[in-house]
Protein backbone atom coordinates (compact mmCIF):
# COMPACT_ATOMS: atom_id res chain seq x y z
CA UNK A 1 0.00 0.00 0.00
CA UNK A 2 1.43 3.38 -0.87
CA UNK A 3 1.09 5.95 2.03
CA UNK A 4 2.41 9.23 0.25
CA UNK A 5 0.03 11.78 0.08
CA UNK A 6 -0.37 12.24 -3.68
CA UNK A 7 -0.41 14.67 -5.75
CA UNK A 8 1.63 17.21 -3.01
CA UNK A 9 -0.54 20.28 -2.62
CA UNK A 10 0.30 23.83 -4.90
CA UNK A 11 -0.50 26.99 -3.44
CA UNK A 12 0.47 30.65 -3.58
CA UNK A 13 2.94 31.92 -1.74
CA UNK A 14 2.82 35.00 0.44
CA UNK A 15 5.34 36.12 2.50
CA UNK A 16 5.25 40.05 2.99
CA UNK A 17 9.02 40.70 3.31
CA UNK A 18 9.63 38.41 0.48
CA UNK A 19 7.18 37.50 -1.73
CA UNK A 20 4.03 39.53 -2.51
CA UNK A 21 0.87 38.75 -4.90
CA UNK A 22 2.75 40.88 -7.62
CA UNK A 23 5.77 38.29 -7.46
CA UNK A 24 3.34 35.30 -8.31
CA UNK A 25 5.14 32.67 -6.20
CA UNK A 26 3.57 29.41 -5.72
CA UNK A 27 4.98 26.37 -3.42
CA UNK A 28 4.45 23.08 -4.18
CA UNK A 29 4.38 20.76 -0.96
CA UNK A 30 6.46 17.80 -0.93
CA UNK A 31 7.21 18.61 2.53
CA UNK A 32 3.95 17.47 3.52
CA UNK A 33 3.81 13.91 1.69
CA UNK A 34 4.40 11.90 4.51
CA UNK A 35 5.47 12.67 8.05
CA UNK A 36 9.30 10.85 8.00
CA UNK A 37 9.42 10.56 4.71
CA UNK A 38 9.56 14.11 2.99
CA UNK A 39 10.01 15.47 0.21
CA UNK A 40 12.26 14.43 -2.83
CA UNK A 41 13.58 11.50 -0.75
CA UNK A 42 10.81 9.79 -1.31
CA UNK A 43 9.72 10.42 -4.46
CA UNK A 44 13.47 9.23 -5.63
CA UNK A 45 12.95 5.78 -3.30
CA UNK A 46 10.08 4.75 -5.10
CA UNK A 47 11.68 2.89 -8.53
CA UNK A 48 14.91 1.92 -5.81
CA UNK A 49 12.36 -0.06 -3.68
CA UNK A 50 10.53 -1.34 -6.95
CA UNK A 51 13.66 -2.87 -8.36
CA UNK A 52 14.90 -3.53 -5.30
CA UNK A 53 11.31 -5.69 -5.01
CA UNK A 54 11.94 -6.95 -8.27
CA UNK A 55 15.27 -8.75 -7.65
CA UNK A 56 13.91 -10.05 -4.61
CA UNK A 57 15.95 -8.22 -2.51
CA UNK A 58 14.58 -7.94 0.89
CA UNK A 59 17.54 -5.94 2.83
CA UNK A 60 18.25 -2.43 1.94
CA UNK A 61 21.75 -0.99 2.60
CA UNK A 62 22.42 2.95 2.37
CA UNK A 63 24.68 5.82 3.56
CA UNK A 64 24.51 9.12 4.28
CA UNK A 65 25.53 11.48 7.35
CA UNK A 66 24.65 12.14 10.79
CA UNK A 67 22.11 14.57 9.74
CA UNK A 68 20.89 12.49 6.60
CA UNK A 69 17.42 12.98 5.26
CA UNK A 70 17.75 10.11 3.32
CA UNK A 71 18.49 7.60 5.72
CA UNK A 72 15.58 8.50 7.59
CA UNK A 73 13.52 8.23 4.40
CA UNK A 74 14.80 4.84 4.19
CA UNK A 75 14.74 3.47 7.35
CA UNK A 76 10.63 4.72 7.69
CA UNK A 77 10.17 3.58 3.88
CA UNK A 78 12.15 0.36 4.85
CA UNK A 79 10.02 -0.30 8.03
CA UNK A 80 6.62 0.83 6.04
CA UNK A 81 7.12 -1.73 3.21
CA UNK A 82 8.68 -4.78 5.13
CA UNK A 83 12.42 -4.43 4.06
CA UNK A 84 15.37 -4.51 6.45
CA UNK A 85 17.27 -1.36 6.60
CA UNK A 86 20.94 -0.62 7.15
CA UNK A 87 22.31 2.82 7.41
CA UNK A 88 26.31 3.36 7.19
CA UNK A 89 27.17 6.72 8.92
CA UNK A 90 30.18 9.30 7.97
CA UNK A 91 32.15 9.80 10.49
CA UNK A 92 32.37 8.79 14.57
CA UNK A 93 29.57 7.14 16.33
CA UNK A 94 27.27 10.03 17.70
CA UNK A 95 23.75 10.20 17.96
CA UNK A 96 21.24 12.57 17.63
CA UNK A 97 17.55 13.54 16.64
CA UNK A 98 18.00 12.07 13.29
CA UNK A 99 19.80 8.98 13.96
CA UNK A 100 16.97 7.98 16.94
CA UNK A 101 14.30 8.46 14.43
CA UNK A 102 16.11 5.83 12.38
CA UNK A 103 17.23 3.43 14.90
CA UNK A 104 12.85 3.62 16.14
CA UNK A 105 12.41 2.51 12.65
CA UNK A 106 14.70 -0.35 13.10
CA UNK A 107 17.46 0.61 11.07
CA UNK A 108 20.94 -0.59 11.81
CA UNK A 109 23.74 1.74 11.75
CA UNK A 110 27.15 1.96 11.33
CA UNK A 111 29.60 3.89 11.71
CA UNK A 112 32.37 4.25 9.07
CA UNK A 113 35.50 6.69 8.78
CA UNK A 114 35.42 9.49 6.67
CA UNK A 115 38.23 7.87 4.07
CA UNK A 116 36.10 4.55 4.01
CA UNK A 117 33.27 6.22 2.94
CA UNK A 118 34.58 7.47 0.36
CA UNK A 119 34.17 3.87 -1.82
CA UNK A 120 30.77 3.43 -1.10
CA UNK A 121 30.58 0.11 -3.24
CA UNK A 122 33.84 -1.26 -1.59
CA UNK A 123 32.43 -0.66 1.71
CA UNK A 124 29.12 -2.63 0.41
CA UNK A 125 30.97 -5.57 -0.75
CA UNK A 126 33.03 -5.81 2.48
CA UNK A 127 30.17 -5.96 4.84
CA UNK A 128 27.67 -7.66 2.47
CA UNK A 129 29.22 -9.87 -0.21
CA UNK A 130 27.40 -13.01 1.39
CA UNK A 131 23.95 -11.97 1.76
CA UNK A 132 22.32 -12.27 -1.32
CA UNK A 133 19.24 -10.13 -0.19
CA UNK A 134 21.38 -6.83 -0.04
CA UNK A 135 20.36 -4.09 -2.12
CA UNK A 136 22.89 -1.06 -2.70
CA UNK A 137 21.37 1.98 -2.73
CA UNK A 138 23.79 5.49 -3.21
CA UNK A 139 23.49 7.91 -0.76
CA UNK A 140 20.48 10.22 -1.19
CA UNK A 141 19.07 8.42 -3.65
CA UNK A 142 21.05 9.40 -6.32
CA UNK A 143 21.13 8.33 -9.44
CA UNK A 144 18.68 7.37 -12.92
CA UNK A 145 16.24 5.12 -10.94
CA UNK A 146 16.14 8.21 -8.24
CA UNK A 147 15.54 10.60 -11.03
CA UNK A 148 13.02 8.90 -12.51
CA UNK A 149 11.06 8.94 -9.47
CA UNK A 150 11.60 12.82 -9.58
CA UNK A 151 9.78 12.74 -12.69
CA UNK A 152 6.40 12.70 -10.73
CA UNK A 153 6.90 16.20 -9.09
CA UNK A 154 6.74 17.41 -12.75
CA UNK A 155 3.49 15.30 -14.38
CA UNK A 156 1.27 15.45 -11.00
CA UNK A 157 1.37 19.55 -11.49
CA UNK A 158 -1.16 20.31 -13.74
CA UNK A 159 -1.38 24.75 -13.99
CA UNK A 160 1.19 26.09 -15.86
CA UNK A 161 4.42 27.86 -14.59
CA UNK A 162 7.11 29.89 -16.26
CA UNK A 163 9.60 28.81 -14.14
CA UNK A 164 10.11 25.89 -12.02
CA UNK A 165 12.99 26.12 -9.39
CA UNK A 166 14.58 23.24 -6.90
CA UNK A 167 17.53 23.10 -4.11
CA UNK A 168 20.09 20.81 -5.56
CA UNK A 169 22.71 18.58 -3.74
CA UNK A 170 23.56 15.68 -6.15
CA UNK A 171 21.15 16.70 -9.08
CA UNK A 172 18.98 13.81 -9.10
CA UNK A 173 15.67 15.70 -8.13
CA UNK A 174 16.69 18.44 -10.78
CA UNK A 175 17.70 15.97 -13.46
CA UNK A 176 13.93 13.94 -12.74
CA UNK A 177 12.10 17.64 -12.97
CA UNK A 178 14.15 18.57 -15.87
CA UNK A 179 13.77 15.46 -18.12
CA UNK A 180 9.91 15.38 -17.50
CA UNK A 181 9.50 18.91 -17.97
CA UNK A 182 11.25 18.38 -21.59
CA UNK A 183 8.24 16.05 -22.14
CA UNK A 184 5.63 17.68 -20.85
CA UNK A 185 5.90 21.42 -20.87
CA UNK A 186 8.88 22.53 -23.13
CA UNK A 187 8.12 26.55 -22.49
CA UNK A 188 8.52 26.34 -18.74
CA UNK A 189 12.48 26.95 -17.77
CA UNK A 190 14.20 24.69 -14.79
CA UNK A 191 15.87 26.52 -12.30
CA UNK A 192 17.98 24.75 -9.88
CA UNK A 193 19.82 26.47 -7.11
CA UNK A 194 23.20 23.94 -5.93
CA UNK A 195 23.56 24.14 -1.92
CA UNK A 196 27.57 23.23 -2.25
CA UNK A 197 30.30 24.18 -4.26
CA UNK A 198 31.21 21.71 -6.79
CA UNK A 199 32.84 22.30 -10.10
CA UNK A 200 31.25 19.57 -11.51
CA UNK A 201 27.32 19.94 -10.89
CA UNK A 202 26.38 20.73 -13.96
CA UNK A 203 28.04 17.71 -15.62
CA UNK A 204 26.54 15.62 -13.09
CA UNK A 205 23.15 16.69 -13.38
CA UNK A 206 23.11 16.00 -17.50
CA UNK A 207 24.41 12.64 -16.89
CA UNK A 208 21.44 11.54 -15.83
CA UNK A 209 19.25 13.80 -18.60
CA UNK A 210 17.81 12.28 -21.62
CA UNK A 211 18.72 14.50 -23.84
CA UNK A 212 20.78 17.93 -24.35
CA UNK A 213 18.31 19.39 -22.30
CA UNK A 214 18.13 23.27 -21.38
CA UNK A 215 17.64 24.34 -17.61
CA UNK A 216 19.72 27.15 -15.52
CA UNK A 217 22.08 26.64 -12.76
CA UNK A 218 22.50 29.43 -10.56
CA UNK A 219 25.09 29.36 -8.31
CA UNK A 220 26.32 31.55 -5.55
CA UNK A 221 23.22 30.66 -2.92
CA UNK A 222 25.86 28.21 -1.25
CA UNK A 223 26.10 30.87 1.64
CA UNK A 224 30.06 28.82 2.48
CA UNK A 225 28.55 24.82 1.05
CA UNK A 226 27.40 21.96 1.91
CA UNK A 227 25.52 22.74 5.66
CA UNK A 228 27.14 25.77 5.92
CA UNK A 229 24.78 28.72 6.67
CA UNK A 230 24.92 32.73 7.01
CA UNK A 231 23.67 34.98 9.37
CA UNK A 232 22.02 36.28 6.47
CA UNK A 233 20.31 33.02 5.68
CA UNK A 234 19.20 32.36 8.87
CA UNK A 235 17.94 35.71 9.61
CA UNK A 236 15.34 34.82 6.31
CA UNK A 237 14.44 31.38 7.30
CA UNK A 238 13.09 32.90 10.73
CA UNK A 239 11.27 35.59 9.16
CA UNK A 240 10.34 33.36 6.73
CA UNK A 241 8.37 30.66 8.62
CA UNK A 242 7.08 32.99 11.29
CA UNK A 243 5.38 35.00 8.07
CA UNK A 244 3.90 31.77 6.52
CA UNK A 245 4.10 28.64 9.05
CA UNK A 246 6.01 27.25 6.72
CA UNK A 247 9.18 25.35 8.24
CA UNK A 248 12.64 25.51 5.82
CA UNK A 249 16.10 24.29 6.38
CA UNK A 250 19.30 25.58 6.12
CA UNK A 251 20.67 23.20 4.19
CA UNK A 252 18.33 22.88 1.25
CA UNK A 253 14.87 24.89 1.08
CA UNK A 254 16.31 27.81 3.26
CA UNK A 255 18.86 28.21 0.68
CA UNK A 256 16.17 27.68 -2.15
CA UNK A 257 13.72 30.28 -1.33
CA UNK A 258 16.34 32.92 -0.79
CA UNK A 259 17.60 32.25 -4.06
CA UNK A 260 14.42 33.06 -5.37
CA UNK A 261 13.67 36.26 -3.54
CA UNK A 262 17.26 37.59 -3.94
CA UNK A 263 16.23 36.55 -8.03
CA UNK A 264 13.22 38.55 -7.78
CA UNK A 265 14.25 41.52 -6.05
CA UNK A 266 16.98 41.99 -8.69
CA UNK A 267 14.62 41.36 -11.19
CA UNK A 268 16.96 38.73 -13.07
CA UNK A 269 13.97 36.64 -13.95
CA UNK A 270 11.51 37.24 -16.98
CA UNK A 271 8.07 37.73 -15.94
CA UNK A 272 5.92 34.91 -15.57
CA UNK A 273 4.47 32.63 -12.90
CA UNK A 274 6.83 30.81 -10.54
CA UNK A 275 6.73 27.39 -8.70
CA UNK A 276 9.32 26.24 -5.69
CA UNK A 277 9.21 22.79 -4.70
CA UNK A 278 9.50 22.33 -0.85
CA UNK A 279 11.67 19.31 -1.28
CA UNK A 280 10.60 18.40 2.64
CA UNK A 281 13.66 17.14 4.96
CA UNK A 282 12.29 18.90 8.19
CA UNK A 283 13.53 16.88 10.85
CA UNK A 284 17.65 18.58 9.80
CA UNK A 285 16.13 21.46 11.13
CA UNK A 286 16.71 19.76 15.18
CA UNK A 287 20.14 19.65 14.66
CA UNK A 288 20.73 23.10 13.90
CA UNK A 289 18.77 24.94 16.55
CA UNK A 290 22.05 26.28 18.42
CA UNK A 291 22.59 28.17 14.87
CA UNK A 292 19.48 30.28 15.23
CA UNK A 293 19.72 33.27 17.77
CA UNK A 294 18.13 32.22 21.17
CA UNK A 295 14.46 33.69 22.01
CA UNK A 296 14.24 36.88 23.43
CA UNK A 297 17.61 38.07 21.63
CA UNK A 298 16.00 40.15 18.93
C1 LIG B 1 18.44 15.56 -0.38
C2 LIG B 1 17.67 16.83 -0.49
C3 LIG B 1 17.77 17.67 -1.61
C4 LIG B 1 18.76 17.43 -2.73
O1 LIG B 1 18.32 16.51 -3.65
P1 LIG B 1 19.26 15.96 -4.82
O2 LIG B 1 18.38 15.08 -5.58
O3 LIG B 1 20.38 15.21 -4.15
O4 LIG B 1 19.78 17.11 -5.58
C5 LIG B 1 16.97 18.80 -1.65
N1 LIG B 1 16.12 19.10 -0.64
C6 LIG B 1 16.02 18.32 0.45
C7 LIG B 1 15.10 18.73 1.54
C8 LIG B 1 16.78 17.17 0.57
O5 LIG B 1 16.66 16.41 1.68
Redo the contacts with the bound molecule.
Keep these: MDLLRLPSPVHELISPSFFSHDDEVWIKRDDLIHPLV????SR?LRFLLDDARGKGKTHLVSFGGAFS??LLALAAAAAEQGFRATGFVRGDAVDNEMLFLCRMMGMELIFIRREEYRDKRAVFTRYFSTDDAAYFIDE???GTL?ARG?EAIIEETEAFFTHIF?????????AGMINAAAKRSPDTRVHVVP?LRHAAMETGIRRMLHADLPFELHCGYEHGGYARSSPELLAFIQTFSAETGILI?P???GK?LFAVHDLLRSKRLSPGKILVVH???MF?LLGMRDRFPPPGSK
Design positions: SGNKKNHGGAGCCACGTGTTAVDVYTLTGGG
